[in-house]
């Protein structure tokens, strides 16, 4: 009764994921029977850079940091991931190493596929391959955005940026200005915009001085948006 209740909870978390929101109940039924569902915890590695790809994953529960690592050991995030998102999907083209980190950044719920089913999915349905192809090149260019901000702009220019964007996806209204849902230390924001977490924790403590920005633990509330656009873009 627990495998029935266990595998009922993972077929409707699979019917969640963007990617495959339009298959069949047969073919949903087939990434079913070959997925494998994961429960990593805070701070685990799903799979480090340079290790070789084979599996792909969905993230339905939680929040996934991709990131690459220096060999110095510096971090540098190219993305947050959100329930619904696919990632990993390089290794259906690629048969090298990842070329990123993939680090759960809360408790999660993922579900993984060999390659090797994946590939039959997509040879089942051609129109879920064009549509993985341009998922594809649209994160390729969200990196190489992200890439070009840190390279062409100054760090308080980055991380309004940064704020601002995460306005727009995680912003809630409140008596003080627009909080932050999503919780990020210095040191992450750091990773995020290419800076270190002493220089991050300097631009914010001024910003805060200046009534732009406020905070509330770990959740940030943008006080004044107008002047962090004005001034920091």
């Not at 799979?47 to 939680?62: C, I, M, P, T």
């Not at 549509?131 to 955005?145: A, G, H, P």
């Not at 912003?171 to 932050?180: D, P, Q, V």
């Not at 001024?206 to 004044?224: A, F, H, N, Y």
Request: net charge neutral; charged share 30%.
């Amino acid at each position: 009764m627990m495998l029935q209740t266990a595998e009922s909870s993972k077929f409707w978390y699979l019917k969640k994921i963007n990617l495959l929101k339009e298959l069949s109940e047969e073919e949903m039924g087939f990434i079913n029977k070959c997925s494998k569902m994961t429960s990593p915890q805070k701070g685990e590695i799903v799979f480090s850079q340079g290790e070789s790809s084979s599996d792909v994953y969905f993230l339905k529960e939680g929040r996934v940091k991709l990131s690459r690592v220096s060999p110095e050991g510096r971090e540098i995030t190219l993305a947050i991931l959100e329930p619904g998102e696919i990632f990993g999907e390089l290794s259906v083209y690629d048969e090298g190493e990842r070329n990123v980190q993939a680090q759960v950044m809360e408790n999660s719920i993922l579900c993984s596929m060999k390659k090797p089913d994946f590939l039959e999915v997509l040879g089942r349905n051609p129109q879920l391959n064009f549509k993985l192809t341009k998922f594809i090149v649209f994160r390729r260019l969200q990196i190489e955005s992200r890439i070009d901000e840190m390279i062409f702009n100054d760090v308080p220019t980055r991380l309004a940026n940064l704020l601002l964007s995460l306005k727009e996806q995680y912003g809630e209204e409140n008596s003080r200005g627009i909080k932050l849902r999503i919780a990020l230390t210095h040191q992450e924001i750091g990773n995020l915009i290419g800076a270190t977490r002493e220089t991050v924790s300097a631009i914010m403590g001024q910003w805060k001085k200046e009534g732009i920005v406020d905070s509330e633990g770990r959740k940030i509330i943008l006080v004044d948006v107008k002047r962090l656009a004005n001034e920091h873009i």
